[in-house]
């Protein structure tokens, strides 16, 4: 069984997340050991995008391996991959199915790869389930539509017109009373993300600051 030590991984979403798009709110865990595996390159494209359940002989070779920062006890059923060309940390449950993934910091993965070259290429056996939802866009763009869009419901939820004419005005420039065309032509806008979305943003952001 061979180890890779001391290494900050982010199992805290569901979502799976390049280094620079994590968050300080986000789970972080700093892992003191782990088991590690080279595996082929189809292996690591398989965990990237498809649901997966490891079998029993995967979960026996990690079960209980895995020691957190400033706890005691094993962390249950954590592993790191690596096809010598990408890296990715899994969690699974007590049935081998993955349940968490977690891309590592730029400076771990390249002194993962250093020494991954030497290992023998493990066959972890699983069976492949459902496609992963495509992300399509960086995580700070999908927040910034979803507050938008909250804050578009939300005034018109209370009846706060005025606000939302005032929001209408700011972004296009030009005044209207049709309150359902008002929604319809932001939410139709906010699907591609350009300067005017971020513009609206901010001034959501800072009229709540005020």
Known sequence: MYYYYDILLNFGSEELYDFYEWESSDALEYVKKIPLFRVSTDTLFDNLNYHLTYDEEVLLQIQDKTVLKNEVSPKENLMLI??????????????????????LLLNDEENLLEMIYTLKESPLSYKKGKKYKERCELRQITKVKQ???????????????????????????????????????????????????????????????K
Do not use: P
């Open 82 to 103: 690596s096809d010598n060309k990408n890296a990715l940390a899994l969690e699974l449950d007590d049935a081998g199915n993955v349940i968490s993934r977690s891309k």
């Open 147 to 209: 507050l938008i869009s909250c804050e578009i419901d939300t005034l018109y939820t209370t009846k706060n017109f005025s606000k939302l004419k005032y929001l209408y005005y700011e972004w296009f420039n030009k005044s209207s009373e049709d309150i359902m065309e008002m929604i319809t032509e932001m939410k139709e806008h906010l699907q591609n993300y350009n300067e005017d979305v971020q513009k609206i943003y901010d001034f959501i952001k800072l009229s709540y600051n």
